[in-house]
């Protein structure tokens, strides 16, 4: 019966530790199982199945659902793309974004352009060379620049480059197709850029598109700070040369020396000592 003993009370030990081990695997299984449900709870979130571009009615084709986190919901989402039927963006969206209500135009607006121009703006589309007009990358969004190069009228012998517009939002970026004045012949891609304006902006552009050339540049889109500058003319940029003072010409060579003048009958000589 001793030697029972101490072997009795091993085997009890390791069956009450065996079972606080399973015990403590089972809490921490079930803990694991229920933070587990609680990160999967997902909800339904409409999405751009495509890029869309600004101005685009939305139909059935450009939507997608994505299930999302519920925590991770953003405000003014939609769960059901009939939601959102026939609601016009305004401004464009890359595939996967979320339609949010703020991106959406009110309620009856109809698609297009218009949609996109905010109430006391006009949208006014302008040539630009392709290389000058900074090479192509201008995206809608962007911010722009607009200078205009003069060469004619009272500018023609003194050509005037200036910045007319400041901090112009771009809406979009494309080309068109342009003819020769009798619609036919040949035809050319040009680059065309649409900025929303100011009615007094519209009118400045219109004037500076008519007379001049003109480019856009540019800007970063935190940078709001206003042109300083005064513009440039072609002699302030290239000034001339001031003109050469003319030679002057050399008199006769004077003597070095103490001049004696001898007198030999009618005859007068000089002499340098």
């Known amino acids: 019966m001793s030697r029972k003993g101490p072997l009795i009370f091993l085997v009890l030990a390791v069956l009450l530790a065996g079972a606080a081990a399973w015990g403590a695997h089972q809490w921490v299984k079930a803990q694991s199982a229920g933070q587990a449900g609680q990160k999967l709870q997902l909800a339904p979130v409409v999405v751009a199945a495509r890029v869309l571009p600004a101005g685009q009615q939305l139909s059935a084709q450009d939507l997608s659902v994505q299930s999302w986190p519920v925590k991770a919901l953003p405000p003014g989402r939609f769960a059901q793309p009939k939601q959102v039927l026939g609601r016009v963006l305004k401004g464009p969206m890359v595939m996967g974004e979320v339609v949010l209500a703020a991106k959406l135009a009110p309620q009856g607006a109809a698609g297009g352009l218009s949609a996109v121009v905010p109430p006391g703006f006009r949208a006014m589309t302008v040539k630009v ?5 900074v090479g192509g990358f201008v995206q809608p969004g962007d911010k ?3 200078l205009v190069t003069l060469a004619g009228g009272a500018f023609r012998n003194d050509p005037v480059s200036r910045t007319v517009l400041e901090d112009i939002n771009v809406l979009t970026v494309g080309e068109k197709i342009q003819r020769d004045d009798k619609g036919r012949g040949r035809t050319n891609k040009v680059k065309v850029v649409t900025l929303q304006l100011k009615p007094a902006q519209a009118e400045r552009l219109a004037l500076a598109s008519n007379e001049g050339r003109v480019v856009l540049a540019l800007r970063n889109q935190s940078d709001r ?15 001339r040369a ?8 050399a008199g006769p060579e004077q003597p070095q020396g103490t001049v004696v003048e001898v007198l030999k009958g009618v005859k007068l000589s000089r002499q340098i000592l």
């Open 129 to 133: 060379d392709e290389v000058i007009g």
């Open 144 to 146: 722009v620049d607009v």
């Open 225 to 239: 700070e206003p042109n300083r500058g005064n513009g440039v003319s072609l002699s302030g940029l290239v000034p």
């Open 242 to 249: 001031a003109p050469k003072a003319p030679a002057v010409a």
